[in-house]
Nanobody, 125 residues
């Protein structure tokens, strides 16, 4: 599967952005999808995931209550709605997909097989 992330940009603190990740292929609903981010000099970190079966979600503590992950299987797209953005949210955001990931591994970037190219989110103070 190929992933194409978009929607990043420059926003002031307190603002909002919605990221999109479009996937190729006809089996999108079979993939657990994740969003990760990587700031300069830091490791890639988990942001949110939405699972293939039932669409249940989970979030990093740092974004709970501010970010919402969702998916539209008809459009082969996963979204990350971000509100109340903070300067510490500044990073390159990546979407990821995997068809066989187990629940306990959904926060581990090394467990995902497919990755998009990343989209820059910059939050100014």
């Amino acid at each position: 599967v190929q992933l194409q992330a978009s929607g990043g940009g420059l926003v002031q603190a307190g603002g909002s952005l919605r990221l999109s990740c479009a996937a190729s292929g006809r089996t999108f609903r079979s993939y657990t999808m994740g969003w990760f981010r990587q700031a300069p000099g830091k490791e890639r970190e988990f942001v949110a995931t939405i699972r293939r079966a039932g669409g249940s979600t989970s979030y990093a503590d740092s974004v709970k209550g501010r970010f919402t992950i969702s998916r539209d299987n008809a459009k082969n797209t996963v979204y990350l709605q971000m509100i109340s953005l903070k300067p510490e949210d500044t990073a390159v955001y990546y979407c990821a997909a995997d068809a066989s990931i187990i629940f306990s591994e959904t926060t581990n970037p090394r467990a995902y097989e497919y990755w998009g190219q990343g989209t820059q989110v910059t939050v100014s103070s």
